[in-house]
């Protein structure tokens, strides 16, 4: 299924970013980082209203939102 | 005989389809996962999920965390993004700019627009790479000014950043036109319409909202004469990803043995003009975003999608 076609170089390279990679979910994973993500969830919280001002300041918002 | 007739007719319907079958799956792939990722509006839940696409994570429809969002996101409240930053290494490392070509919805949407029939130009291939630089030089920017608001929160007492205004949480997504066609514009009507007063509050807009819809309006015009102008020139997303491009295990790869005719078809049909033939086997343009149209444009099947190691 794999061709063996990388160079050394490269493939140490892929290696070494993958392995990065794990160690950085494993971090993540640990110290529960899904957790500052889970805003979303709940999207019709008083958080998001702030969190939407990325996005909808420049125009007025009706007082009912 | 007339079995042999009856089978070349068919073969001539099914000719377009065999031509283009790459086309096609991908086509099926980018309407399945932008229906995914839109999948608020058939009743899915938003999810903590990260992916590496452009779309914003506060649309009105999204399931997902944009990638760049979540990194944005995380760095504003002093935080290191090891999870975005995982997300970027793992995906990368193993699918390269794949995402980018098969379930990114902007680059579903940038798809459609070629569609339009204009003449598409191209530029020359020291132009296509300063202009990659474009993007790396806005990365930089982001990820600088997103730890700038997020040492002021962190030594700010009680933790505030209101200051930074509209871009405390995700400066880019400010002036992103990705958001601003999914999200923004949808609030804009949407509420418009709720208060009926859409049009008449102009005078109330802000700076930035005609600073966001310029911008939306360059790339679309961009993006009408330069397929995937976007993509290959300013997406952050894309130049994390593209980073990978030249180790990642799944991409492209040529069969120099195979491809006798000279012809450049595969380059012609390349939507972000990789220079296809200057390499000898595998092909790790940092623009290079799997799409497989050179595989369909190839008559000789020398390039294939593949997995590397």
């Known amino acids: 299924m794999f061709s063996v076609i990388m160079n050394t170089r490269s493939r140490i390279y892929l290696i070494f970013f993958l392995s990065i990679g794990i160690i950085f979910l494993l971090i993540a994973i640990v110290q529960n980082q899904i957790e500052h993500y889970a805003i979303i969830k709940d999207f019709t919280g008083p958080q998001i209203v702030d969190f939407l001002d990325t996005y909808t300041t420049g125009f007025p918002r009706p007082p009912f939102v | ?309």
């Open chain 2, 1 to 309: 005989m007339a079995t042999k007739q009856k089978k070349n007719k068919i073969s001539v319907f099914l000719r377009p389809i065999d031509e283009h079958r790459i086309r096609i799956i991908r086509t099926l792939v980018q309407v399945i996962s932008f229906g995914l990722i839109n999948g608020v509006v058939f009743g899915l839940g938003r999810m903590a999920v990260i992916l590496p696409i452009e779309y914003p994570s506060g649309g009105p429809f999204s399931t997902v965390w944009s990638a760049f969002e979540a990194l944005q996101y995380a760095i504003t409240f002093g935080m290191f993004p090891y999870l975005a930053v995982s997300i970027f290494l793992l995906v990368g490392s193993i699918f390269g700019k794949t995402s980018c070509g098969w379930i990114c919805p902007f680059g579903a949407v940038q798809d459609m627009i070629s569609y339009i029939p204009t003449k598409k130009k191209k530029v020359s291939r020291p132009t296509n790479k300063s202009l990659g630089k474009v993007g790396l030089v806005l990365v930089i920017f982001i990820v600088v000014m997103s730890v700038i608001i997020g040492a002021s929160w962190a030594n700010s007492d009680p933790h505030t950043k209101t200051a930074w205004g509209a871009g405390r949480d995700m400066p880019f997504s400010t002036v992103d036109p990705v958001s601003t066609i999914f999200a923004t514009l949808y609030y804009y009507l949407k509420w418009g319409i709720q208060g009926d007063s859409v049009g008449a509050e102009i005078g109330q807009w802000e700076f930035l909202f005609f600073l966001r819809l310029a911008v939306l309006i360059f790339v679309l015009v961009m993006i009408v004469f330069y397929p995937r102008a976007y993509c290959r020139w300013f997406c952050p997303t894309g130049v994390i990803l593209g980073f990978f491009s030249k180790f990642s295990i799944l991409g492209m790869k040529i069969n120099k043995n195979r491809c006798t005719s000279g012809c450049d078809a595969c380059e012609k049909a390349c939507p972000v003009q990789v220079p296809i033939l200057s390499y000898d086997k595998n092909i790790t343009d940092k623009a290079c975003t799997n799409c497989g149209e050179c595989i369909d444009a190839c008559k000789e099947g020398a390039l294939k999608l593949t997995l590397r190691f």
